[in-house]
């Protein structure tokens, strides 16, 4: 009744073979590839390392948009460069060396003002994570992060505390809270500020290669290096994309100001931009 091609049995041994691929192809895009050394969020940092042996490059781009302070006869823009090289020192500790460029754009609103642009090396800057506790094992990941600057007449010091998880294959959470002091020398005079920061986001793995979040910034700047008076807040929130392979990886984030104090029409334009966007490129060796 059958011809041989389309028998019975043929037919159960072609959807037999015909299940385990659909099988399988189900567990590839099911199973998706999470690498230690790729960051899913370029404001937030997870508390995964970069495997012991490893070297990684990064090339992070950030463009900010903006006053001068409280001069709005300006239109203010930025462009940061960091390049970064990170090695992993062991399982549980990473060391990165920066180099930090700025390309700054004042453009005149106001007639009778003349534009300006200027480029300048803003320093280097080492990186210290250690990890306390496996994001991948553990019900939380836990992560301290320690990040030095030095530009001649200006220094940094930057500690954070990085808690993040991985749920699955598809979902990161990650969130920092960061202090920094700084301290700039003007003539004989030195000026200091510290900074407060909260960040949070999350990100979904949707195909095995790209991913999608959110990401959250809470920023506020003080004279003195211990808070002393407030100078003013920002909060950020924006989208980010990101995409990744073994090799290398790349993630952008759209962060604009949606609030801020003290207000300028509802954000603040003395100590913060209007707009940031920050892509990091990574590429593993």
Partial sequence: MFPDDYSPARMKTLNQKLAVVLTGLTMLTGTLPSHADERFFTYIYDADVIPQGRWEFEQWLTYRKGYDGDNHDYDRYIWDFREEMEYGLTEKLSGSLYLNFRQ???????AGLSDSSEFSFKGVSAEFK??????????????????????????????????SKNIGDHWVLAANAAFEQEWEQEDAATKMESVLEFTAGAAYRFTPNWSGGIEGRYHS????????????????????????????????????????????????????????????FGISF
């Fill in 221 to 280: 700047v003080y004279e003195g290096t211990t808070l002393n008076e407030h100078l003013g807040t920002g909060w950020f929130l924006g989208p980010n994309i990101h995409y990744g392979t073994d090799k290398w990886w790349a993630t952008l984030t759209v962060l604009p100001q949606i609030a801020g104090n003290p207000t300028d029409d509802g954000i603040n334009l003395t100590e913060h931009q209007i707009f940031e966007t920050r892509l990091i």
């Fill in 130 to 163: 250690y990890q306390l506790l496996n994001p991948n094992t553990k019900p939380v990941g836990v992560a301290l992060y320690f990040e030095p600057t030095y530009n001649g007449n200006e220094q940094e010091l930057e500690y954070k505390l990085i808690v």
């Fill in 104 to 110: 700054e754009q004042m453009v005149a609103q106001q």
